[in-house]
């Protein structure tokens, strides 16, 4: 199979909704999103739930435990979560909230 080579200009800007976190977590969430988000654009993701692993796994291997990760195009939620943990963005229509509780 012929891969088409990572082209992150073609990735839409990263739309803050709502930040309480760090600019070095912020940082890591935002770009493990737009890789997420062109491998799905690219079908190489089938579900948003390969784009939230990713994203987990990414923030979890720069900080440390426990992230948790909601990836959607509409969702709704109602959390608790650490001061200064928490992040919700949007890349193009694919929306991410991000928190650690725990």
């Not at 988000?37 to 948003?48: E, I, M, T």
Request: hydrophobic share 40%; glycine share 6%.
């Amino acid at each position: 199979m012929n891969k088409k080579p990572l082209d992150l200009e073609s990735v839409p800007e990263v739309l803050v909704h709502s930040s309480d976190i760090g600019e070095e977590a912020r940082e890591v969430a935002t770009s493990a999103a737009k890789l997420a988000w062109l491998n799905k654009s690219r079908s190489d993701f089938l579900y948003y739930q390969q784009c939230a692993e990713l994203i987990k796994n990414e923030l979890e291997k720069a900080l440390s435990p426990t992230w948790h990760v909601i990836v959607g195009e509409s969702f709704g939620c109602y959390i608790a979560y650490e001061v200064g943990k928490c992040f919700y963005f949007s890349v193009g229509q694919m929306k991410v909230l991000v928190f650690k509780h725990g």
